[in-house]
């Protein structure tokens, strides 16, 4: 199975600052004949289901505000909110889907400093 | 619109069984995969099952392997969760969710609300 590390497990961001999650799988999710890697980023607010932010790595959902933006190939992956606003405050995951049983990071709390 | 409702949670004894059902409406169902995705109080996210638009193709976690069974009927729009051999460790609420194309290897675009399943030792 491909076990995802998301780091740090929790971080506090001044309003307006950078926050920045690191994703990294056990093995590489790129899949070569399409050239993408197989990750995804959600949102999860208390009491709600999770939402998708961004898939094949760094294109972003609709209506997702484009100061969320991921990046990264193979095992490395980043999810970067360039300028944090009140209503960014959640647990972020990723989710890779490139093989059986698909897997989650454990989780990112970001929280207002 | 996209709508996922998803019913059938409950509290249930150890070793016992459950279906969920999740009734979907505003997309072609047909024609996209679907998962289930759990989460125990307080933890993270767990996917469970996927199975791919034509219901020819599916998939578990290893956790799950044997004891659930994910199938669907397009012709009634609804997915389906058949647990059996319940165990403390299975209580979660449970998510249907709606890939992004017909294949189970896809991003998870529209959720539903969760069903809580219990169970008792």
């Known amino acids: 199975d491909i076990v995802m590390t998301q780091s740090p497990d929790s971080l506090a961001v001044s309003l307006g600052e950078r926050a920045t999650i690191n994703c990294k799988s056990s093995?590489?999710?790129?899949?070569?004949?399409?050239?993408?890697?197989?990750l995804g980023w959600y949102q999860q607010k208390p009491g709600q289901p999770p939402k998708l932010l961004i898939y094949?790595?760094?294109t972003r959902e609709s209506g997702v505000p484009d100061r969320f933006s991921g990046s990264g190939s193979g095992t490395d992956f980043t999810l970067t909110i360039s300028s944090l606003q009140a209503e960014d405050v959640a647990i972020y995951y990723c989710?890779?889907?490139?093989?059986?049983?698909?897997?989650f990071g454990q989780g990112t709390k970001v929280e207002i400093k | 619109e996209v709508q996922l409702s998803e019913s059938g949670g409950g509290l249930v004894q150890r070793g016992g069984s459950l279906r969920l059902s999740c009734a979907a409406s505003?997309?072609?169902?047909?024609?996209?995969?679907m998962s289930w995705v759990r989460q125990a109080p307080g933890k993270g996210l767990e996917w469970v099952s996927a199975?791919?638009?034509?219901?020819?193709?599916?998939y578990n976690a290893d956790s799950v392997k044997g004891r659930f069974t994910i199938s669907r009927d397009n012709s009634k729009n609804t997915l389906y969760l058949q647990m059996d051999s319940l165990r403390a460790e299975d209580t979660a609420l449970y998510f249907c969710?709606?890939?992004?194309?017909?294949?189970?290897?896809?991003?998870?675009?529209?959720w539903g609300q969760g069903t809580l399943v219990t169970v008792s030792s």
């Open positions: 969710a709606k890939n992004r194309g017909n294949s189970c290897y896809s991003g998870l675009d529209y």
């Open positions: 505003g997309f072609t169902f047909s024609s996209y995969a």
């Open positions: 199975i791919s638009g034509s219901g020819v193709s599916a």
């Open positions: 093995q590489s999710i790129l899949y070569t004949p399409f050239n993408k890697n197989y």
């Open positions: 094949w790595t760094s």
């Open positions: 989710q890779q889907y490139y093989s059986a049983p698909q897997t």
